[in-house]
T-cell receptor, first 120, second 113 residues
Framework: DTEVTQTPKHLVMGMTNKKSLKCEQH?????MYWYKQKAKKPPELMFV???????INESVPSRFSPECPNSSLLNLHLHALQPEDSALYLC???????????????????FGPGTRLTVL | GENVEQHPSTLSVQEGDSAVIKCTYS??????FPWYKQELGKRPQLIID?????GEKKDQRIAVTLNKTAKHFSLHITETQPEDSAVYFC????????????FGKGTRLHILP
């Protein structure tokens, strides 16, 4: 099973709403990622979790709050978003990740289908 | 940090002809180079990847070549078909060998009937 799933597929929210995006994988992968993708642009890395610890935060505004409840799940909590945050939010996972100060080898990232977010 | 340049941004080829997309990277320590295909409204899907210990890899109509000295790698699609129309992204590992990959800006490939 090489499937990464994401819910919901589409989300429309107002600027005062709080919502969450969910991602799940059952491949035993230990690194999970959140990306934001605008139209006609490449995916833009937001966060990386490695062995359930936040390892990379690409200076993302605090209105985006990631959470990794366990090795299979990754959430992205949204609060007080702006219209310019409207985009496709992609989750990805890969088999290997860095652990503490050890350097790991980057491995293949498998993407979920994404959540199309519209902020009104 | 790593920087990946991708060319061309748009490519149109006649069905049955070959398509070549080229990328360069800046970090000589990068050792993993995946290529993703993204159809409209769909997720990026890995189509082929290459590691720095090989110079070429082929999978049916798709091949990737890597020149470590020149720090460039290319995607070759032969006998193109209408279903090859999509956006293709090259990528390379970032510096510090962490879990980050850096994407090129993408190439929109149109297969003309």
């Amino acid at each position: 099973d090489t499937e990464v799933t994401q819910t919901p597929k589409h989300l429309v929210m107002g600027m005062t709403n709080k919502k969450s995006l969910k991602c799940e994988q059952h491949m035993g992968h230990r690194a999970m990622y959140w990306y934001k993708q605008k139209a006609k642009k490449p995916p833009e890395l937001m966060f990386v979790y490695s062995y359930e610890k936040l390892s990379i935060n690409e200076s993302v505004p605090s209105r985006f709050s990631p959470e990794c409840p366990n090795s299979s799940l990754l959430n992205l909590h949204l609060h007080a978003l702006q219209p310019e945050d409207s985009a496709l939010y992609l989750c990805a996972s890969s088999q290997l990740g860095t652990r503490n100060s050890q350097r790991g080898n980057t491995d293949t990232q498998y993407f979920g289908p994404g959540t199309r977010l519209t902020v009104l | 940090g790593e920087n990946v340049e991708q060319h061309p941004s748009t490519l149109s080829v006649q069905e049955g002809d070959s398509a070549v997309i080229k990328c360069t990277y800046s970090d000589s320590a990068s050792n993993y180079f995946p290529w993703y295909k993204q159809e409209l409204g769909k997720r990026p899907q890995l189509i082929i990847d290459i590691r720095s210990n090989v110079g070429e890899k082929k999978d049916q109509r798709i091949a990737v070549t890597l020149n470590k000295t020149a720090k460039h790698f290319s995607l070759h699609i032969t006998e193109t078909q209408p279903e090859d129309s999509a956006v293709y992204f090259c990528a390379a590992t970032g510096s510090n060998r962490d879990d980050k990959i850096i994407f090129g800006k993408g190439t929109r490939l149109h297969i003309l009937p």
